[in-house]
């Protein structure tokens, strides 16, 4: 199908993103990299009125290192986040995440900051940004990623609000991330994340409700001593998945438990 009529405009900084945000009113959508955004408009699951188009918004293309924390641009491409040397050194799990999301195409368009904006629980970037207690930075506010992930595609962003940076803390130590899909472009049934910090194994789960889950249950079991086949069974404490088409709620917890425990014995 072909998208709804709308008005379109380009913006070369947050503040001018920002003032066209607000002077299109309610019914505008920023698009970034659009390879969630323009599928929706074709399938007129999403009508905006109003494209503000921020690809010329280079102030937020940029990955560094500062005071113990990975902070990335919420322009950052999928492809530049896979092949960066200071994201491979310094939090190589979401280099690690980003080299499989999606085909070549998307991960040359798409960005951090439309991932993270989206919403979507099959994302992968919102369920790392939730086990490590990541920050999402917009124009005006911090926002923790507990607090960021509300509901299916929905946030606590204001209509005229843009997130500008994501700031993940450094972890570099043993990891990995594991998800179930059909075809291998395809977003995840279910995903498992996890990562050893300072603090001890942080543990979060992919599309096993409307917002990415830190599995408190599993990091409290390995912190008490549990092996990976032990600490798994915890995986599924306190989920409530739904059914699709695509996977039932219980085949969902399993997945969550198998992968896991995957995760776990497999982190590196």
Request: aromatic residues 6%; contains cysteine; proline residues 5%.
């Amino acid at each position: 199908m072909i998208p709804a009529a709308f008005e379109y405009s380009r913006a070369h900084s947050v503040t001018e993103a920002v003032a066209q945000l607000r002077e299109a009113g309610p019914e505008a959508k920023v698009i970034a990299g659009g390879q969630s955004l323009l599928p929706m408009m074709r399938m007129r699951l999403a009508r905006p009125a109003h494209l503000v188009d921020v690809n010329a918004v280079r102030e937020l293309d940029y990955v560094r290192v500062e005071d113990g924390h990975l902070r990335v641009g919420a322009m950052t491409r999928h492809v530049t986040l896979a092949r960066s040397e200071v994201v491979q050194r310094h939090l190589p799990l979401l280099a690690e995440m980003a080299s499989e999301v999606g085909d070549a195409q998307i991960r040359s368009r798409g960005t951090l900051g439309g991932v993270m904006a989206h919403a979507d629980a099959a994302g992968d970037y919102p369920t790392l940004a939730t086990m490590l207690d990541a920050m999402i930075v917009t124009d005006r506010r911090r926002i923790a990623a507990g607090d960021f992930f509300q509901h299916l595609f929905t946030t606590p962003l204001d209509l005229d609000e843009l997130v500008c940076e994501v700031v993940f803390p450094v972890a570099a130590g043993p990891r990995r991330y594991l998800k179930f899909r059909r075809r291998l472009f395809d977003w995840a049934i279910v995903g498992a994340g996890v990562q050893r910090t300072e603090a001890g194994w942080r543990v979060g789960l992919t599309h096993v409700g409307p917002t990415p889950v830190r599995a408190r249950g599993v990091e409290a079991a390995l912190a008490s001593g549990a092996t990976p086949v032990e600490a798994a069974a915890h995986a599924s404490d306190g989920l409530e998945p739904t059914s699709d088409v695509r996977a039932t709620a219980d085949f969902r917890l399993h997945l969550a438990r198998v992968l896991t425990r995957r995760a776990l014995e497999q982190a590196a």
